[in-house]
């Protein structure tokens, strides 16, 4: 038992950082900002509401997996080009849907998430103003 | 003395009192089975049954054509392949894919942020199905055709159209599923 927990933890030593140095993005601006910190920041802004098609759980400004570093430096670099983040937002919507972005659009799909908050909150009003709404007979609060 | 009338009591039907409740419940019972469920890992290419975006990658391997995104409208179906030396799941779906060369089935490749070193190692341990290989090596085509991994198929039909993703590995029961969408690129 012993012996075999030593070759794993031997052979886990020797494999994962050489795929995790193989598997490194090495698209130019996938950990390098870009020069002009106004086009950095709106390039930043973007990539923290685009979700990482890896690890799904996290923005592309956040993981490390490879694939949020091409997407990073496609980002930077569409930025850098002259192209609004809202552009590169639709050009990534068009190939994978809209799981990629982070800002939720009204679609036939999300329009509850929008309708319903508003309508408990008008039926909250509709409930509070009846019961501690003003007496309709003296015309002073009860 | 006239009595003050009785504080009015606030009028609530009955079953109006639950409601609150089982609105709470209903809550619960849909967040249960959203984290019960398993989530699909998967995200799809939106691009299927739209034509493959252009592309020109540079050979992979010295000696070897590149692969351009011109030449699948040649009037023939193919298969594209984007993998890497570094994926082991690419290793499974190998003998799969000699067994479509050794059909006829043309396939060609796509090495995702690879090495030319680390890629022939691959294939001299597992083969070389491709008729060509474009090196993508940061990433940008695999992007542009909507691929979330390595490895994925497209099937594309003779007029450079996509027609199937394959997400994952090819496993050997899936070889006539892929046939199928291959002959459906035929028609």
Same mark, same amino acid.
Request: contains cysteine.
């Given at each position: ?8 933890? %031997? ?52 993981? #490390? ?52 908050? %508003?309508?408990? *909150?008008? %039926? ?19 | 003395?006239?009595? @003050?009338? @009785? ?12 409601? /609150? ?27 299927? $049954? ?8 540079? /050979? ?7 692969? #351009? ?7 023939? @179906? ?25 059909? $006829? ?15 022939? $190692?691959? %294939? ?9 290989? $474009?090196?993508? #090596? ?22 450079? *159209? ?10 050997? #029961? ?14």
């Amino acid at each position: 038992m012993k012996r075999l927990l030593a070759a794993l933890a %031997l052979l886990l030593a020797c494999t994962v950082p050489a795929l995790a140095q193989q598997e490194e993005s090495t698209a130019p601006y996938a950990y390098r900002q870009l020069d002009n910190p106004a086009q950095e920041d709106a390039a930043q802004a973007l990539m923290e509401s685009l979700r990482c098609l890896q690890c799904q759980g996290q923005s592309i400004a956040d993981s #490390d997996a490879p694939i949020a570093g091409s997407m990073r430096s496609l980002v930077r670099e569409r930025i850098a080009a002259g192209e609004t983040p809202e552009q590169i937002r639709a050009w990534l919507m068009e190939r994978y849907g809209d799981y990629v972005s982070y800002a939720p659009r009204v679609t036939t799909l999300t329009w509850p998430l929008f309708a319903f908050p %508003l309508a408990f *909150v008008l %039926l909250a009003w509709l409930l509070l103003r009846k019961r501690f709404g003003s007496n309709p007979a003296t015309g002073e609060p009860q | 003395m006239s009595q @003050p009338p @009785p504080p009015q009591e606030p009028k609530v039907s009955r079953w109006a009192i639950w409601l /609150p409740l089982a609105i709470f419940a209903a809550f619960i019972g849909v967040f249960a089975y959203s984290l019960l469920r398993p989530a699909p890992r998967e995200v799809a290419s939106t691009l299927v $049954g739209k034509p493959l975006p252009e592309f020109s990658l540079p /050979p992979a391997l010295p000696g070897r054509p590149g692969l #351009d995104s011109k030449l699948f409208a040649n009037g023939k @179906p193919h298969l594209l392949n984007i993998f890497a030396s570094w994926c082991v799941p690419c290793r499974v779906e190998a003998p799969q894919l000699a067994r479509l060369k050794a059909m $006829g089935v043309p396939i060609e490749g796509i090495s995702v942020r690879d090495t030319t070193e680390a890629l022939q $190692g691959f %294939l001299e341990q597992n083969g070389d199905p491709f008729q060509r290989i $474009g090196a993508d #090596d940061d990433g940008q085509v695999q992007l542009a055709l909507g691929s979330s991994g390595v490895p994925e198929t497209y099937v594309i039909d003779g007029k450079g *159209v996509i027609r199937y993703q394959h997400i994952g590995e090819i496993r050997e #029961d899936q070889l006539p599923m892929i046939l199928e969408k291959f002959a459906e690129a035929s028609q």
